[in-house]
C-alpha cells in the first residue's frame, strides 16, 4: 500500500543548467511527521550519503529555512529551484507498507543525488506550518545517515519519530 508520494521533475544530468521543481506530490503529516515525512526523511537520506561535507553545511541551512517557511534564495547545490516543469524529467518516490514493514520505492527514480535532496526539501514547504518543525527536525538527522536505505533506516526513522511526537 502507498502512504506517500513525491514528484520531482529535474534537468538531465547532462544538461548545463541544473534545476529542480516540485511536482503533485501527497505527503500526509498528520500528526507530525507522518508517512509525508518519514518519506521526505527516506529521500534526503537516500541522496545525502553521496554529497560532500561543504555542500552537507548548506543542506542544514536549506532546511532550517524551508522549517520556518522564509523565501530561499538560489542556487542551492548548485541548482535552481523553478515552478514549471517544462523540459524537466520525472522522478517518483513512495513510501510503501508491506506487510506492516516500511519501504522506500525508488524504482521510477532517475534524480541525482543532489536533485533528491532539493526536491524533498522544497517539498516542506508544501506541509502544515504546525508539521513543518517535526519534519525539519527528522530532515536534520537525515542529512547526518550515512548508512543505507533499507531496513535499519525505517527503524531509526520511526523511532525518532515517536520521539518527535512525545516532545
Known sequence: MILAELEIYHSRSVAPTRRVAVGNSRLPA???????GLLLTAVVASGVTALDGERRGDLAVLIRQAAAGVEIL???LRHRFQVDRIGLHTSTFQLV????RFGLDEEAAHASPAQRVLGAVYSVREL????RP???ALLERAALWRGPTGRTLFDRLAAEARRILLE
Open 30 to 36: 498528520e500528526p507530525a511527521p507522518g508517512p509525508g
Open 97 to 100: 507498507d508491506r506487510s506492516g
Open 134 to 136: 517535526s519534519v525539519c
Open 128 to 131: 502544515s506550518r504546525a508539521a
Open 74 to 76: 538560489q542556487p542551492w
